[in-house]
Structure formats: C-alpha cells, structure tokens
C-alpha cells in the first residue's frame, strides 16, 4: 500500500508559478511510476504528466507542455510539479498517482486527496 499526500496548492495569478509536492508513504516511489492528473469543476479527470519508474520517461500533455516539469527526489519519497506561466484553464484539483505501470488513463493504483489550484485572471 503506497499513501499519497498532495499539497502546494492555492490561488496565483494569471502568468504565475506554484510547486505542487507528492509525499508518499508505504514504499519506495522508486517502485512505481509516479503521475499527475487534475479535474476541473464539471469535467473529467485528466492527466497532465506522467513519469516512468526510473524517471528517465515522461510524457507531458500538450495543454501543459514546455511549461511544467515534473522530478522526483527518492530519498525524500516525494515527487513536485512545478508549474510555470499558469492559466486559468489550468484551475483544478490536481492528484498525484502512482502505479508500477502508469498510463495516461485515470486507473492508477494509488491516489492522493488531491490539491486546489486556483488561477486567477
């Protein structure tokens, strides 16, 4: 069992940065792919980066693409976003995932409670 514990969230203007941060508990996140999803009010989950086991793939969606970066640090269990040049279609609750196989689908294992993201125009 792997707990997910997002947090870094809050309100940022329009063109603004915030770092969400994943701690995990349970096992080693160097046992599971690890990803980012986000779920806007009134719409369906969808995923915004995914990172392979060893971290050397990943996999941006193009809405999120040249402006946020996923990395993860093993010692600390605990795997950020950073999140530049923020807009507001990127409002959401974001969710941190984990799954030894991680796809772009929204059937990872494993979870966080998820983190407000609110951008302001």
């Known amino acids: 069992q792997v707990q997910l514990v997002e947090s870094g969230g809050g309100l940022v203007q329009a063109g603004g940065s915030l770092r969400l941060s994943c701690t995990a508990s349970g096992r080693s996140i160097s046992n599971y792919g690890m990803g980012w999803f986000r779920q806007a009010p009134g719409k369906e989950r969808e995923f915004v980066v995914i990172?392979?086991?060893?971290?050397?793939?990943?996999y941006y969606a193009d809405s999120v693409k040249g402006r946020f970066t996923i990395s993860r640090d093993n010692a600390k269990n605990t795997v950020y976003l950073q999140m530049n040049s923020l807009k507001p279609e990127d409002t959401a609750v974001y969710y941190c995932?984990?799954?030894?196989?991680?796809?772009?689908?929204?059937?990872?294992?494993?979870w966080g409670q998820g983190t407000q993201v609110t951008v302001s125009s």
């Open positions: 995932a984990a799954d030894r196989y991680i796809t772009t689908a929204t059937k990872s294992d494993y």
């Open positions: 990172s392979s086991r060893s971290g050397n793939s990943t």
